[in-house]
């Protein structure tokens, strides 16, 4: 059997195999055109893309690190000033579990923030801080003695209201009952 | 066969979805039959398909001359019909019955049918390096040059290649032959 017969055999082979092809295809893989095709830029391009798959843990390690090496590039090395750490820690608490759990951290981070400065302020003012569970429309979170001598509480769901100071002390009364 | 190619790719490349879908009339039975003379099955050949033109869209930055259209589309369906026998033993895959279409009329028609299809059967037992030249070079119609652009060896490799498969398919047809005379 000569050269010339097998490639005479293989031309034959390739009509034979050359099976139809489903018509719908085309329409199939035009469909998956992109919307926005990548243009090329030139010769001295290229294009680099990144499919990662990483954990959340990770995935939050890297937006940590990447703000604040952005933050201290742009020349202000003191990071926590801007609150971009406390943002940050939020955002892994957030990732790490599940959203609701950060929400409530913020809360309590935002109370303690306005806690301090009232503080600061010379305010009369008592915080209950993270003995009191988050949502309990009961106990008090935090007080605040009024100029008229009232007290202006703030409870564990956030929402207040101006007392006086028998009704302060009934309230405490409780809390420390349903302790 | 090949509609204005330089014209294409030079759409192509500057994200002209006119020309990305041209590209897709112009290709897809040619990648199409390549994936399936490769041994695949019929969903898992138009499932590449699909694929090699998605990464094709992706990558045409890639795409270093506008004469290199056509085997570049070979390539990237070569690397990715390579990946998925990689990620799966082809076997695992692939309907036995989906193999040979004997029973077409196409195959009635001929008439040294048995000697065609023993030759498929040793084109498929033929190691990769020799099976993919035979198909990109004999049943593809690449020339020699498109044939080593699509799969990054020289052309001198390619000749040597084709020589080699050409040798191992008639020594082995002749045996067949022989066995069948006695």
Redesign the interface.
């Known amino acids: 059997m000569s050269k010339k017969n097998i490639e005479k055999l293989l031309s034959d082979l390739t009509q034979v195999t050359a099976e139809p092809v489903r018509k719908g295809l085309s329409e199939d893989i035009k469909n998956r055109i992109p919307h926005k095709l990548i243009p090329h830029k030139g010769k001295d391009t290229i294009n680099i893309m990144i499919d990662l798959r990483i954990s959340k843990l990770t995935a939050a390690a890297a937006i940590i690190i990447t703000l604040i090496l952005c933050v201290n590039f742009l020349g202000d090395k003191n990071t926590e000033s801007l609150g971009l750490v406390q943002e940050s820690k939020l955002l892994v608490n957030y990732f790490l579990s599940g959203g609701r759990k950060a929400i409530e951290n913020n809360e309590y981070t935002g109370m303690e923030k306005f806690y301090n400065e009232l503080r600061k302020q010379g305010e009369d003012v008592v915080y209950y801080g993270n003995t009191i569970k988050h949502g309990d429309s009961e106990s008090i979170l935090m007080r605040i003695k009024t100029d008229q001598g009232k007290y202006r509480i703030i409870f564990g769901d956030m929402k207040s209201k101006t007392i006086t100071a028998q009704e302060l002390i009934e309230l405490q009364s409780e809390m420390l009952l349903k302790k | 066969m090949d509609k204005q190619p330089d014209s294409l790719a030079v759409r192509l490349?500057?994200?002209?979805?006119l020309a990305?879908?041209e590209l897709?009339?112009l290709y897809?039975?040619q990648i199409?039959?390549y994936i399936?003379?490769m041994g695949f099955g019929y969903a898992a050949s138009?499932d590449l398909?699909?694929d090699v033109?998605?990464q094709a869209?992706?990558?045409?930055?890639?795409?270093r001359s506008d004469k290199m259209l056509r085997p570049w589309l070979y390539r990237i369906a070569t690397n990715a019909a390579r990946t998925q026998l990689r990620k799966k033993r082809r076997d695992a895959f692939l309907d036995e019955s989906e193999l040979?279409?004997d029973s077409?009329q196409?195959?009635e028609k001929?008439e040294?049918k048995e000697?065609?299809l023993q030759?498929?059967k040793e084109?498929d037992n033929l190691p990769t390096k020799l099976k993919q030249v035979?198909l990109l070079h004999?049943?593809q119609?690449l020339t020699i040059a498109e044939t080593a652009d699509a799969i990054c060896v020289g052309q001198g490799a390619i000749k040597s290649r084709v020589n080699r498969a050409?040798r191992k398919?008639?020594k082995q047809?002749?045996i067949k032959?022989e066995k069948n005379n006695e």
Not at chain 2, 57 to 63: E, K, V, Y
Request: charged share 30%; proline share 0%; no cysteine.
């Open positions: 490349k500057s994200a002209d979805r990305a879908a897709v009339d897809y039975e199409y039959r399936r003379r138009e398909t699909q033109f998605f869209w992706r990558h045409i930055a890639q795409l040979v279409d077409s196409s195959w001929i040294n000697l065609l030759l498929k084109i035979v004999y049943m119609h050409l398919l008639r047809l002749e032959n």
